[in-house]
């Protein structure tokens, strides 16, 4: 598994697509960058905590989802 881009010692959590080349990104690291008002919105869940970013980011942040 990939580690993080940011920390490099926990999995990635999600794959931030928007980003070029794509960056991985932790749980904890992807929640700080949601705090900070920063969140990536152009992702690829990897794994379980993908799921639990997509609540992170729903509860957090006040960025709007594009639509088609």
Same mark, same amino acid.
């Given at each position: 598994?990939?580690?993080?881009?940011?920390?490099?010692?926990?999995?990635?959590?999600?794959?931030?697509?928007?980003?070029?080349?794509?960056?991985?990104?932790?749980?904890?690291?992807?929640? &700080?960058?949601?705090?900070?008002? &920063?969140?990536?919105?152009?992702?690829?869940?990897?794994?379980?905590?993908?799921?639990?970013?997509?609540?992170?980011?729903?509860?957090?942040?006040?960025?709007?989802?594009?639509?088609?």
């Amino acid at each position: 598994m990939t580690d993080c881009v940011n920390c490099h010692a926990a999995p990635a959590a999600i794959e931030d697509i928007g980003a070029r080349p794509p960056r991985p990104w932790c749980l904890g690291c992807a929640t &700080d960058l949601v705090r900070a008002g &920063d969140p990536v919105l152009d992702y690829r869940p990897l794994g379980a905590d993908g799921d639990a970013y997509a609540r992170v980011l729903a509860a957090g942040s006040t960025e709007a989802l594009r639509f088609g």
